[in-house]
Each structure stands twice: as C-alpha cells, then as structure tokens.
Nanobody, 126 residues
C-alpha cells in the first residue's frame, strides 16, 4: 500500500523558513517521482515542485523559483521541500504526491499524480 506522510508544516512569519518532509512507503522510491502541491482557501490546487528520483530531474513553479528547494534522500525514502523567504501568499495546505517515473516533472505537476498524502497546513503571517 502506497503511503505518503507530510510533516514540518506550521506557522511562520513572512520572510521565515520551513522545511516540509514527505515520508514515502509502499513502492520502489528510486522509480518514482514525488511532487508537492498546495491549495489555498478558496483556490484551486496548484503544483509547486517535483523531483524525479529516477534521473534527478526537478521542476518549480515560477512563483517559488529561487525560494524553494526540493531534495530527495533515497536512504530515508523521504523528499524535502525547503521553503525560504516565505510570503503570506504561500499560505496553503501542502500535499505531497507520487507517481511512477515516466512523464516529465512539469507534466506531473500540471496534471496531477497518482498517489496523495493527506496534506499539512503552512501559514505565513504578515
């Protein structure tokens, strides 16, 4: 059974940092891509970043480039999203998702992925 468990969310002031973790199990980690998505209140879900563990390819949406960094620890089956210089508009529930590698990270982020975590709240105060 595929399981994705997010952690590391919380409340932070604008300009601060948080690191989200996505612990994965139930599949061969090296053969999968892991993505981060977010959904703000009243807004549609949007893709934030994705890493393809099979080749190391990554993708970031424009609004987080230079501020967020996605990384993967294959020994721990965990993907991290380091979020720096946080802004109030980054406030959302963040979800990690997984899919067997094949499509590009950008495509996965655009169209969604197969497996989803339950999400974790990130609140950035102004």
């Amino acid at each position: 059974e595929v399981q994705l468990v997010e952690s590391g969310g919380g409340l932070v002031q604008a300009g601060g940092s948080l690191r989200l973790s996505c612990a994965a199990s139930g599949f061969t980690f090296d053969d999968y891509a892991i993505g981060w998505f977010r959904q703000a209140p009243g807004e549609e879900r949007e893709g934030v970043s994705c890493i393809d563990n099979s080749d190391g390819g990554t993708y970031y949406r424009d609004s987080v480039k230079g501020r967020f960094t996605i990384s993967s620890d294959n020994a721990k089956n965990t993907v991290y999203l380091q979020m720096n210089s946080l802004k109030p508009e980054d406030t959302a529930v963040y979800y990690c998702a997984a899919e067997a590698a094949g499509r590009s990270p950008a495509t996965m982020v655009e169209y969604g992925m197969d497996y989803w975590g339950k999400g974790i709240l990130v609140t950035v105060s102004s």
